[in-house]
């Protein structure tokens, strides 16, 4: 048996033993070992040793666990609440108001926390119990919410693209750059989709009721301003740093977590067992992460060792078909393991696999790592796994599960005309960091 074909084996019983339960990390450094040995002998545990070192000597990697901090301190300091709260009373008198407020504040706090299932939680627990009592569209109201909760793992911070940028080789800045447009146009699409809607029927998002009216209006700007000023300054110094290169990626998140336990103090939303418990989820989360992306590198170190990699690209390549076509096909793949998989494993183990196929294409890997991104997105609205529905429905428990899917799968679609538009309008994606760095 040829190494070649042993690779096509151990991708085999690597997804089944994903599928079926096992530990990931676990799962993928015990694979590696013993088709590793298989393949190339005591050399594997060589190559482990290199792969695991590797990581731990990445520094980028470094800015994982201070952005996830900042992500939990910003939570706690309750600023999306309040910010939500000035929205939605300065849009009182608006058809379809609080789809709006959601997707605003959910725009802000996916740059200031990038946390997919606590920002949907959130959204869920403030705006769903107003929506009701205001008479809107339950599934209208649930693909808002849990469309908004998910523009986290595209905005920048986003944990997700700190990660990608080491395997893709990509400076992280460049993706932070480039996934700001396609972040902002997303958003966009949301909120003129649920206006659209409302505006040909009034009913699905009627205004506040009178007794829900503001008193003053100068109050609401106060709580606005109170609202979307910290969370906006402190995105911007530790984004902004970064975008235009006075810091690191990890200096700009350590003045970004520095940043957000400043503003938690300010807003006296800080205890020691407050403190405690978010130090102890960042280390949870970090370590989660950390360990797997060690185990992933040190998995695909061996499956391209033993050449599996090279022979599907040139077996792709030999179909002859347009680099467009082989790159739909890519997509569809991402789409596919979207839904039983979170994007730790697919950036981690499925995008190296591919991306030999990718560079031999010539696709511009920054572009590249913007569309997987969108990509995945989509399948956080993806029934039947995706967990952003079962997020929702275990805050909002009156809300029926199959209305939480018929709303988000109207936004999937939204969803995918953005990645059509992205994929077939590579500008839309890499104008900013052009524009910025020049290349």
Request: net charge negative.
């Amino acid at each position: 048996m040829t190494n070649e074909i042993l690779g096509l084996i151990l991708i085999g019983c690597m997804l089944f033993a994903i599928f079926i339960g096992f530990p990931i990390s676990f799962t993928l450094i015990f694979l590696g070992l013993v088709f590793g040995f298989l393949g190339f002998g005591e050399l594997v545990f060589y190559l482990m040793t290199y792969q695991f070192s590797g990581v731990m000597l990445e520094q980028t990697l470094a800015a994982v666990p201070l952005f996830i901090f900042m992500g939990i301190l910003m939570e706690k300091a309750g600023l999306m609440e309040r910010l939500f709260s000035a929205v939605q009373l300065m849009l009182s008198r608006t058809h379809g108001a609080l789809f709006i407020a959601v997707l605003f504040v959910s725009t802000i706090f996916a740059a200031a926390t990038g946390i997919v299932g606590a920002s949907v939680t959130i959204l869920g627990i403030m705006a769903a119990k107003t929506m009701n009592r205001s008479g809107y569209d339950v599934r209208l109201a649930a693909g808002t919410i849990t469309a908004g909760g998910t523009l986290g793992i595209l905005i920048p911070p986003s944990i997700m693209l700190v990660v990608m940028g080491p395997i893709l080789e990509v400076p992280v800045t460049d993706l932070f750059a480039a996934a700001i447009v396609p972040g902002i146009l997303l958003a966009s699409l949301y909120t003129g989709y649920a206006l659209l809607r409302c505006r040909l029927d009034p009913s699905l998002g009627p205004p506040l009721p009178e007794d829900q009216q503001p008193d003053s209006m100068r109050e609401v700007f106060r709580e606005f301003l109170l609202g979307l000023v910290p969370p906006a300054a402190l995105v911007f110094a530790a984004l902004g740093s970064i975008l235009f290169g006075l810091a690191t990626p990890t200096e700009g998140a350590g003045m970004g977590a520095f940043g957000a336990l400043l503003l938690t103090l300010a807003y006296r939303k800080l205890s020691w067992s407050g403190l405690s418990d978010a130090l102890i989820k960042t280390l949870e989360i970090t370590a989660l992460i950390m360990f797997l992306v060690a185990a992933s590198n040190f998995f695909g170190a061996v499956f391209s060792r033993l050449g599996t990699p090279m022979m599907l690209t040139e077996f792709l390549l030999g179909l002859d078909l347009a680099p467009i076509v082989i790159l739909l096909m890519i997509m569809a793949v991402i789409f596919l393991l979207g839904w039983p998989l979170e994007w730790v494993p697919i950036v981690l183990i499925i995008v190296p696999i591919l991306l030999p196929l990718v560079e031999q294409l010539g696709f511009n890997l920054t572009w590249f790592g913007i569309l997987v991104a969108i990509n995945l997105q989509t399948a956080w609205l993806s029934p039947p796994v995706a967990l952003s529905a079962y997020f929702l429905k275990g805050v909002v428990p009156e809300w029926d599960l199959k209305d939480i899917y018929a709303g988000m799968m109207q936004f999937m679609v939204i969803q995918m005309i953005g990645l059509l538009c992205v994929m077939f309008f590579p500008q839309i994606a890499l104008w900013l960091p052009e524009l910025i760095y020049g290349k």
